[in-house]
């Protein structure tokens, strides 16, 4: 018998992957969350049918939410992680010996519960001692969070709707401004412009963003598994910008083994085309 995950990315398009099985699947208080073993992505993780990380290509995804940011800002040492409730960010930051906290906030313990048991390859970094855990709304936190406490700020969130959906609106991001010092910087999953639904989210993002910070970019990478497999990143920032910035000799000489971001991508990334140009012109 065949067995299949589908998503479904606009209403005309699928996508599908076949399963062998499927290891676990629970409804939290704020979600359903399903774990699948497959033979060409490995181990799957879907939130209410969304597929959030593969085995296969999570590195990508996780590679370039972090590195990008790292190499711009070799001071970097206290960092928010808001989200990112798989690990996947955590472990690539807890890379770095130089960071000495960080601190992730996840709405949904029960994600992070099945992602330690059934997906440690992305997990294996949450009990690093320089890693604090708050199971609470992203959002609120930062609302409450002090002002200029972090050099870095990743959000590592679902796409804007349920659980996710605060964590796209002015009032967060006014507040990532807050709690960012004068050096700081804040990384976002920027959704993509190749399917309209998608593009908007985009848009609504990018302004709000370019409302609080004096540097905004959008940054590319290819992940097969998320929606047409052009996906992008926010950078913004209060004094770098990541094109001029970047410390290429520095992060070389750490000799971080990466299997996606390098120095030479981390200049090219930035070089969006038109396409996303054009709808980057369309955000006010």
């Known amino acids: 018998m ?6 479904r990315h606009t209403d005309d398009v699928k996508f599908s992957i076949r399963v062998d099985r499927q290891l676990a699947s629970y409804t939290s208080e704020f979600q359903r969350i399903d774990i699948f073993e497959s ?4 181990r799957i993780l879907t939130l209410d049918g969304y597929l ?7 590195y990508i995804y996780h590679e370039m939410i972090t590195h990008v940011p790292m190499a711009t800002n070799p001071d970097i040492k206290n960092v928010l992680v808001v989200g990112g409730g798989d690990g996947g960010t955590v472990r690539e930051l807890c890379r770095y010996k130089s960071i000495e906290n960080i601190d992730m906030v996840e709405i949904d313990e029960m994600v992070v519960k099945l992602c330690k048991e059934y997906i440690p390859s992305i997990s294996c970094a949450l009990d690093d001692e320089r890693v604090h855990i708050y199971y609470e709304d992203g959002m609120r936190f930062v609302r409450t969070t002090e002002d200029s406490k972090y050099d870095l700020i990743i959000v590592d969130s679902t796409d804007p709707f349920g659980v996710g959906e605060g964590l796209f609106t002015k009032e967060f991001y006014g507040n990532c ?3 960012l010092n004068d050096n700081g910087i804040l990384v976002n999953q920027h959704e993509s412009t190749f399917y309209d639904s998608y593009a908007n989210s985009m848009k609504r993002a990018h302004s709000r963003i370019k409302e609080f910070f004096s540097t905004a970019l959008v940054y590319q990478a290819h992940i097969p598994t998320y929606p047409s497999g052009h996906w992008l990143f926010g950078f913004a920032s209060k004094k770098y910008d990541p094109r001029t910035d970047l410390h290429a000799d520095w992060w070389n000489s750490l000799g971080l083994k990466t ?5 030479v991508l981390h200049t090219g990334c930035f070089a969006i085309p038109n396409n996303v140009r054009d709808v980057l012109r369309e955000t006010k």
């Open 52 to 58: 959030m990380v593969t085995q296969k290509d999570e």
């Open 2 to 7: 065949d067995l299949w995950y589908t998503e």
């Open 259 to 263: 299997r996606y971001y390098n120095t």
């Open 177 to 179: 401004y807050r709690s």
């Open 39 to 42: 033979k060409e992505f490995g």
